[in-house]
């Protein structure tokens, strides 16, 4: 703990090879989390389902987007898995063309039209879920102490604690938590907490039918991870890339990490999100210079006159 | 398809000629990355603006009461009393469960600047209260002394905490700031305490409040034109739309504000007047324009996207 302190400076940001050690969990269980292999994702939106149906979540809108399949359209207080659904023109695989037709007659159809090649569209579908960042900035800023961190390493709100603030909803570089309208209080995924506890995996995993959503031990994932994504980039899958997985990123690696097929704004997430937290020690600074100058200024104010008066009396 | 998020990977295929002009940025269907908090603008950034005017009143307070202005330190006593009154209610009246707001003094958390914030407040009203009590009734002249002097000294950090408050979140236009924003709302802040000590004091007491206008306005436009050099592409948020609106009507009034209370605040008594109730318009605009210079960053995944691109290119 002291190791890390003095190594980075600060606990805000950097890597953190123990988040529940150090929140104060003693001889805590090895961290968990999620790795969502969006490679495998076939849309159904299971994990959306079991969540509400485990956590008891109110419904929130059924109203139809017409952007998408996707109606759910994202996070929120009472949404706390999301499928993402994108329908894009899609980059050719790089290697190898698709097969030939051998000895068929190749229809006019099939033909390759220049403009517009054969076959160049594509379905991305992503289970988003919240982070369970290694530096949350949720938890950071909540005022009252509803926000913590579990003995697996993730990040649960307190609900008979939680008093409305909303200041965890914009500090989330995610735009993950948020507050339920008619409740006013923060909501968000728990990682099935009650589960964990139980020796249960959450239940949006044990609905997945494909395994996209995979749970386990972090370190575990995160070398599963590994080789699935070298798989896929010598397959030739383009654009095949993991997002959270890196214990050096801004937020200090997240505890659910995904694999995706393009760049991650695409589905939704922040390019290089930072947890706001790792400046906060230069804006106390900065607003400790501003409140000096503030009282700098009112001094001069009243000496100035005073000054000016005495001179003009001599 | 129509909602066919904008595209970038086209980069992938040199030598193709595009169809259509590559995109700036890629977004899911032009949804917003981050939530904007759900802080009701009234409350929230009336909260920024009152809380400077208490805590930079407190401060020209003292210094009102340590030279003999005694108008002048009274009013900005009662004044500072009132703000922060108000702010105060703003306050509780914008949780979502308002009956819990004791909750915010559970833990003293220096990572929370609410927490830190709650805390400034539970010290800082009591002293603002007692110092206006005393000065009002004339009771405890001493204890009084003794509040004002320690309402000053909470003052300035009353009246800059709430800009490490908006900073400290994954809002674009207030993060990217976080270094000169502090600076604005001192600047903010004092202009609106001087203009507050303008209007409610006679124009003999008045010339600490006229210097103390005339650098505030300064200040601000100093640190305004620093915070949206620094903020680049996302500074656009703090030039259009609404805060644009709000920010450009602040400038113009702050400057005619301290500029009318400067050059005749000290001779005509409407002057200062007139000029007082610029200053305290203008520090109230300037808090909304940056309040929602803020909403409008978070809503478009644009300045979410670019900046952290950028940064990562």
Known sequence: ?314 | MTGTPARKSERRRKGEQLMVPRAEFDSYYGRPVIKAPAWEPRDIAGYFFTGGLAGAGSVLAAGAQLTGRRTMAKTLKVSSLAAISLSTAALVHDLGRPDRFLNMLRVCKPTSPMSVGSWLLAGYGPMAGAAAASAVTGWLPRAGAAATGAAALLGPAVATYTAVLAADTAVPAWHGAHRELPYLFAASATAAASGMALVTSPTRENAPARGAALLAAAADKAAMTAAERRLGMVAETYRSGRAGKLLRCAQAITVAGAATAGLLGGRSRPAAVAGGLALLTGSALTRFGVFHAGIASAEDPKYTVEPQRRGKE
């Open chain 1, 1 to 314: 703990m002291t190791g890390v302190f003095f190594e980075t400076g600060s606990l805000f940001s950097g890597p953190e090879p123990d988040p529940a050690g150090d929140a104060g969990h003693p001889d805590p269980p090895e961290r968990v989390g999620f790795f969502t292999d969006t490679s495998v994702c076939i849309g159904c939106k299971a994990c959306e389902v079991a969540c509400k149906e485990w956590n008891a979540i109110p419904e929130d809108g059924l109203s139809l987007t017409g952007m998408s399949y996707d109606n759910t359209q994202g996070l929120g207080a009472s949404t706390w898995r999301h499928v993402a659904f994108i329908e894009q023109s899609a980059p050719r695989r790089v290697p190898g063309e698709p097969p030939a037709p051998d000895g068929r007659t190749q229809l006019p159809l099939a033909e390759e039209d220049p403009q517009q090649p054969a076959g160049d569209m594509r379905w991305l579908m992503s289970s988003d879920v919240c982070k369970h960042c290694t530096h949350a900035a949720c938890l950071d800023v909540c005022p009252t102490g509803s926000l913590f961190r579990t003995e697996y390493g993730t990040v649960v709100v307190q609900e008979d604690i939680c008093n409305g603030c909303g200041y965890c909803v914009p500090a989330c570089p995610y735009g993950v938590i948020e507050q339920r309208k008619d409740d006013g209080r923060a909501f968000k995924c728990t990682m099935c907490y009650d589960r964990l506890g139980a020796g249960q995996e959450p239940a949006c995993a044990k609905a997945c039918p494909t395994d996209s959503i995979q749970f386990g031990p972090l370190d575990e994932l995160r070398r599963r991870a590994a080789l699935r994504v070298d798989r896929l980039q010598e397959a030739g899958v383009p654009g095949a890339q993991l997002y959270g997985h890196d214990p050096e990123d801004g937020v200090g690696g997240d505890g659910a990490f995904f694999l995706l097929l393009d760049e991650p704004e695409v589905y939704g997430l922040p390019p290089d999100p930072v947890v706001t937290t790792r400046d906060l020690p230069a804006m106390w600074k900065h607003a400790g210079a501003a409140a000096l100058s503030l009282a700098a200024g009112a001094v001069t104010s009243f000496v100035l006159p005073a000054l000016l008066r005495r001179k003009g009396r001599r």
